[in-house]
């Protein structure tokens, strides 16, 4: 009955049909979109010299505030800086902060929270460093770490870093105390072997998924920080065209000339966006429950 089944024309034309809508639902599905975003984004930030752009610091006060045009495919600002420029290299600014901070505090953040979850004697130490950290708001800190060491993109970048720190060591550490009671970490304990070997060689690996999906996360809560710091005049220098600087000083102008601000916030949505679909796919792929269903 099943064979005659399986050869009914109606039936295999569905099938062939419904596997033909899977696999373009998979092929532009919005992780591919997201994917390419960034993938747009990264070369955009490589490739700016070479993308048709001037000089984003060249004043040309008889140019200020043009539309859009042949020359100027974003148009300028009020000091007659080309936009087009003055956005593409912003995506360098942006994403070396997002990489810089999202790798410093992965690095720190696991380090930390490997120690803390498996020697008992240090938990409570530093996790009430950690929650002490916390209960400062990031961006309070971010600004006064800022205001104290003065404005630059390292600045901005170990602002930023120190914040995310303590929400990695949490996530670290929770999943140490998972790991540590397992049977080969207890049978490794009873042979002997030492503390580092076990951390590197059976608590690392278990570490690993997660902290790829935080990383991602991080990265983009980082960008969108800067942002907020340059657009309060507390992030990168002004002179540096940074998306959070470009919409700092075009918000005067909003009324007139929007695009200043709505060209860099369209390219820093649009890259966050992207970080965060990219995270949504590396949990569900990562997380061995939610990876049946895909």
């Not at 042949?70 to 995506?91: I, P």
């Not at 670290?172 to 207890?186: A, G, I, M």
């Amino acid at each position: 009955m099943s064979k005659d089944i399986d050869r009914t024309p109606g039936l295999g034309l569905g099938a062939t049909v419904a596997g033909a809508h899977r696999h373009l639902v998979g092929q532009y599905s919005p992780v591919a979109v997201g994917v390419l975003v960034l993938g747009l984004m990264l070369l955009a930030a490589i490739l700016a010299p070479v993308l048709g752009t001037v000089d984003p610091l060249a004043l040309n006060p008889q140019q200020r505030l043009k539309p859009p045009s042949e020359a100027n495919w974003f148009g300028t600002d009020q000091f007659g800086r080309d936009l087009w420029s003055r956005t593409l290299f912003g995506t360098r600014v942006s994403l070396v902060v997002g990489v810089a901070v999202a790798t410093l505090s992965i690095l720190i953040g696991l380090a930390v929270g490997l120690v803390a979850g498996y020697v008992r004697m240090l938990d409570g130490v530093v996790m009430r460093i950690m929650d002490g950290l916390m209960a400062i708001p990031g961006i309070l800190l971010a600004i006064a770490l800022v205001s104290l060491s003065g404005a630059s993109q390292l600045t901005v970048i170990v602002s930023i870093t120190v914040p995310e720190i303590p929400r990695i060591v949490r996530l670290v550490r929770s999943v140490v105390l998972t790991v540590r009671e397992e049977p080969y970490v207890e049978a490794a304990i009873a042979l002997g072997t030492r503390v580092p070997l076990i951390l590197t060689r059976h608590v690392l690996p278990n570490c690993v998924p997660p902290m790829i999906v935080q990383a991602t996360y991080v990265c983009a809560s980082a960008m969108l920080t800067e942002a907020i710091l340059s657009f309060l005049g507390a992030g990168t220098p002004p002179e540096i065209p940074s998306w959070g600087n470009m919409m700092a000083e075009g918000r005067a102008f909003f009324v007139v000339a929007p695009r200043i601000v709505l060209f860099p916030g369209a390219a820093l949505a649009l890259t966050i966006l992207a970080i965060n679909v990219l995270g949504d796919d590396l949990r569900d792929r990562l997380d061995p429950k939610l990876a049946k269903r895909i």
